[in-house]
């Protein structure tokens, strides 16, 4: 009986370890940062943070001023919201660097 006991203890030891060593699930993003990308393809070209974005995105034309409507959020001094490739894409007014990219459903976000 007290192997049987012991052998019992064993396999929940063995159980609960393998329980606890289980990977543990990731959470989804919430709020604007589940629209947040990494890359995303614009112009037939792929583009990542830190690249530098075409010389047309970097003008007044393709500026957004209303990007509160956007439901995007207020980019600091020196740098300006743009929209390349279904994406809003925020880039540094001295470079052209890309800075952060949300994906273009971000419009939609309530």
Not at 15 to 20: D, I, K, T
Not at 27 to 43: K, L, M, N, R, V
Not at 55 to 81: C, M, S, V
Not at 82 to 97: C, H, P, Q, R, S
Request: proline residues 6%; without cysteine; negative net charge.
């Amino acid at each position: 009986m007290a192997k049987s006991k012991l052998l019992l203890l064993g396999v929940l030891m063995s159980l609960a370890g393998a329980v606890y060593a289980a990977p543990q699930p990731v959470t989804a993003p919430s709020g604007i940062q589940a629209y947040e990308e990494q890359e995303f393809i614009a112009d037939f070209t792929k583009f990542k943070i830190g690249d530098t974005a075409p010389a047309l995105y970097q003008t007044p034309e393709y500026t957004i001023k209303q990007f509160q409507l956007r439901n995007l959020p207020a980019p600091d001094a020196g740098t300006h919201w743009t929209y390349m490739g279904e994406n809003y894409v925020l880039i540094n007014d001295a470079d052209g660097k890309i800075l952060k990219a949300y994906n273009g459903d971000i419009f939609y976000h309530r």
